[in-house]
């Protein structure tokens, strides 16, 4: 657990000095300033007091003769302590962790749509800067508090207030660690270990954030102008609370945080995608595997890797009878061979000629063959495309579709492809990672088979051997704004039109836009005399497409074929040489036609 704690303060400490929460930080730093509009006397202040001349020892004037009078100075009684960067900080951390926690569980239960806590969030936002412009909205939020005796913790109810909307709005600005508390979640599974997690990234969330708003608490209560202008300074900050609200519900500060260069990224991948941080945060959904951790991507000998976690969460089964799910249990005796993919996968696809053919030769020696599709885009997930690929592809044993991901967290799974290979009494004994190893693989099939039956009679191998991968071969591109490596060019405008402009070069590994295009979270759009070039180094290239009309290819400038696009998005293959080469492609595409990942062999 105590790695856990450490794992989650660092995250949040990363999470909160990162890009996405800088629109928020001056509603932070002036949050923590003046408490009140009326003027109130400095510290240290006089006031004017009579006093006799003389007085006894305790201090009472002393009547008893007629001396002078004379004015006298006292300090006058200090103000209130400001605890509104406590405040804030104590509502952030309240809410983030109740809500992440059990926001999806009580939404559920309510029938409530699932973003009603970012709008909340956006709401309470609203309320404390109409409260800091309009004094009478503040005392409003602060009646709730009106019975707690400390009469300045009653006046900081609308910190509070504003930190548990802040809570809420902080779930979007996350790394793998936040994802892991999510997951766990949205799964009702909660144990001490999350709940340490929880907490523990809230708090190195809200560190940061306490030294800024005591900063400007600071600021405050030293700098004459803004103790005169306190009234202004109030406005000014409820004005801004309301337009950064304004902003977040309509993703402005989006763009403003995709200006400002990543900085944090090294610090995450060290600490939050550490092998250990894996490890960790993915132990954290069922502790039935963390077993899994035992074993190794790959290697060349059976292990015992612990028992198998159950095939869940399914919303679908296809080439099932009567779309049944098969249960791992009533599958003992077997050994069961389970592989995670995703249709527009390439890598997915070249592995499947070697996972059916296993299944054609070694189904009758008992080797049961599971496709997980853990879908990667919106559209993986519905039936009707899945099972339509999963028919041109030629899979016929059963597929489960695995929307939520639930079986790939049981598996503690990273990659598409991935196979896991579970023997007769339902134990994991290898798994493998992606690509390749393709004979290796199969030898411990046929091991396995032989110690579930000594007397089976096996036949020849497959004769499937490993792909020749190239090494330098361009790495598959995400057509995302989220996703994308490798753009050269115009600054693209998240979802709405622009148009682009090639660069004078395309160096290799680089891809450009020109004409018309709206680029999405997940595909760009073409518009009007919409082109993509993309120099690449493979023997082909393949491209996941959608909508209709035609796309033309371009290979070096010469047009190499007319693509007709007519419906779901679908991978299609653009070029394909007989060996790698280097090229620029070019697309020409008709207004309407989406483009969502590149892939290369």
Excluded at 11 to 23: F, Q
Excluded at 50 to 56: I, K, N, T, Y
Excluded at 498 to 514: C, V
Aim: charged fraction near 20%; hydrophobic fraction near 40%.
């Amino acid at each position: 657990m105590i790695t856990l704690v450490l794992i989650g303060l660092l995250g949040g400490l990363i999470t909160a000095v990162s890009p996405c929460i800088l629109p928020v930080l001056p509603v932070v730093f002036l949050a923590g300033g003046p408490a009140t509009d009326s003027t109130q006397a400095p510290p240290g202040a006089a006031a004017s007091v009579a006093s006799a001349e003389g007085r006894d020892k305790a201090g009472t004037p002393d009547r008893s003769g007629g001396g002078d009078v004379l004015l006298e100075t006292r300090p006058a009684p200090r103000a209130p302590r400001n605890r509104r960067p406590y405040a804030v900080v104590a509502g952030l951390v309240l809410s983030f962790s109740f809500f992440t926690l059990l926001g999806v569980t009580i939404i559920s239960a309510l029938g409530l749509p699932e973003d009603i806590l970012r709008y909340v969030g956006l709401v309470l936002l609203v309320l404390i800067g109409l409260g800091l412009v309009f004094p009478a909205v503040e005392r409003v939020l602060e009646k709730p508090f009106a019975r707690i005796p400390q009469r300045q913790v009653n006046k900081d109810g609308s910190a509070f207030v504003l930190g548990l909307g802040l809570g809420l709005l902080y779930v979007p600005c996350a790394g793998p660690v936040l994802a892991a508390i999510t997951v766990a979640g949205a799964r009702g599974r909660l144990s001490l270990d999350v709940v340490a997690l929880t907490v523990s990234f809230a708090l190195g969330t809200a560190l940061p954030l306490l030294v800024f708003a005591l900063a400007g608490r600071r600021v405050a209560e030293r700098v004459g102008a803004f103790r005169k202008r306190a009234r202004a300074l109030r406005v000014g900050a409820g004005c801004l609370m309301i337009v950064l609200a304004f902003g977040l519900a309509f993703n402005v500060t989006d763009a403003v945080q995709r200006a400002l260069p990543d900085y944090t990224s090294a610090a995450q991948k060290k600490f939050e995608d550490s092998d250990l941080a894996r490890q960790k945060l993915s132990g954290l959904y069922d502790n039935s595997n963390k077993e899994l951790s035992r074993c190794e991507d790959g290697v060349d000998e059976l292990r015992s890797c612990g028992q198998a976690p159950p095939v869940e969460g399914i919303t679908k089964w296809l080439n099932t009878p009567g779309g049944r799910p098969v249960d791992l249990k009533a599958e003992r005796g077997k050994v069961v061979l389970i592989d995670f993919w995703t249709y527009s996968c390439i890598n997915c696809q070249r592995s499947l000629p070697h996972v059916k053919a296993w299944e054609r030769a070694y189904a009758s020696g008992g080797l049961e063959v599971i496709g997980v599709h853990s879908p990667e885009f919106a559209f993986e997930k519905k039936p009707g495309n899945v099972a339509d690929q999963a028919r041109k592809l030629g899979v016929t044993y059963p597929v489960a579709l695995d929307n939520r991901l639930t079986t790939w967290n049981n598996y503690r799974n990273r990659f598409w492809p991935a196979k896991y290979l579970i023997d007769s009494r339902g134990t994991v004994r290898y798994f493998k990672f992606g690509e390749g190893q393709y004979a290796q693989t199969e030898d411990l099939i046929r091991a396995l088979l032989r110690q579930a039956n000594p007397s089976v009679r096996l036949p020849a191998r497959t004769g499937q051997q490993d792909a020749a991968l190239t090494r330098d071969r361009t790495p598959e591109t995400y057509l995302s704004n989220l996703r994308i490596s490798g753009y050269v060019g115009d600054p693209l405008l998240d979802d709405r039109p622009r148009t682009y402009h090639f660069p004078a070069d395309l160096p290799l590994g680089k891809l450009s836009l020109d004409g018309t295009w709206t680029a999405g979270y997940d595909h760009f759009t073409a518009g009007a005399d919409a082109r993509l070039a993309f120099t690449y180094r493979a023997k082909n290239v393949n491209l996941v497409l959608a909508g209709n009309g035609p796309v033309t290819v371009l290979v070096d400038g010469k047009a190499v074929r007319t693509l007709h696009i007519d419906g779901t998005p679908t991978l299609h293959r653009l070029v394909d040489d007989d060996t790698p080469r280097r090229a620029r492609l070019e697309l020409r595409l008709a207004p309407g036609v989406q483009a969502y990942a590149f892939t290369f062999g």
